[in-house]
């Protein structure tokens, strides 16, 4: 069964499987706070779980995978991409020793 939905930024085809199901335990309150939720959204359980499971994980997996750079920092870093500096001999020689390596 393939399942097509977009929130915000999140554009997702899923190939939903049967053999792909998760079994969790939850208090009351977070159950029914779950519950009012859902319902608030007009979700059955199972899509209202993907949903919430997708946006914290992506949420999660952008903190760690993406670099946030001050503006500060954002200027420094396009300023050495437009007017690198010179290399120094130091890097003149690890690049040697890096082309030798690779040409072997």
């Known amino acids: 069964m393939w399942v097509q939905y977009s929130k915000k930024d999140v554009y997702l085809i899923m190939d939903i499987q049967k053999g792909n199901t998760l079994k969790i ?31 914290m994980a992506q949420a999660v997996i952008d903190e760690y995978e993406n670099t946030r750079l001050s503006e500060e920092d954002w200027h420094a870093f396009f300023e050495m991409i437009d007017n690198p500096p010179k290399p120094t001999n130091r890097m003149m020689k690890d690049a040697r020793n890096y082309r030798e390596i690779v040409s072997e």
Request: aromatic share 6%; no cysteine.
């Open 25 to 55: 335990r939850m208090d009351t309150v977070t159950f029914n706070m779950m519950e009012k939720a859902r319902k608030h959204l007009k979700l059955d359980k199972s899509k209202f779980i993907r949903q919430s499971i997708q946006r």
